[in-house]
Every structure is written in C-alpha cells, then in structure tokens.
C-alpha cells in the first residue's frame, strides 16, 4: 500500500515536471516569432553601411551630393532653406 502510494507520487511529480517543461518550451517558441526578422533587418543594415563606406573610401561617388539632391526631390526642391518659425514681417 506504501509502496503504491509512494509510486503515484513518483509518477505524478514526473507528469507535473512534464506539463511544466513542454509549458516552457512552447513560451520560449512563441517569444521568438519575430527573431528572422529582426536578423534580416540588422544584415540589410549591415550591408548598407559597408557600401556607403567602401563608396566613401574609394571617393567614386559623391555620397553628400547624391542625398542632398534626393531630399532636395523629395522636399519640393527649391533651394535657399530660410523660413523656420519667424517668417514674415511685422
């Protein structure tokens, strides 16, 4: 009798440790759903920054020129930047 109960114990704790372990494991599945893609996103990053500075060692292309003209596109163009908040006249 001592010995059936002592077995159910054994056998209970060892189906709890179980439960727990596969809880944890399938925690830790779901907390790196997005890793993937936060390792693209860093080897993309990567791999701009070292174009940027092999084309900027190598002076080939005008990198300062190049963005300035493209914000410039995206902005509207126009040259002369004065303005800000004290605009007009009083």
């Known amino acids: 009798m001592l010995r059936r109960l002592m077995l159910r114990r054994l056998m209970l704790r060892r ?7 596969l809880r944890g ?10 890793q993937g893609t936060l ?6 990053a990567v791999a701009a920054i070292l174009v940027i ?4 060692a190598t002076k ?3 990198l300062a020129g190049f963005f300035t003209a493209a914000i410039r596109s995206v902005t ?3 040259g002369g930047g004065g303005g800000g908040a004290d605009s007009g006249g009083g």
Do not use: C, P
Not at 25 to 34: T, V
Not at 39 to 44: D, H, L, N
Not at 53 to 56: D, R, S
């Open 15 to 21: 189906l709890m440790l179980r439960r727990l372990l």
């Open 25 to 34: 494991l399938m925690r830790l599945r779901r907390d790196d759903a997005g």
């Open 39 to 44: 390792e693209y996103v860093g080897m993309i």
């Open 53 to 56: 500075a092999i084309l900027q």
């Open 60 to 62: 080939s292309v005008d």
């Open 76 to 78: 509207g163009g126009g």
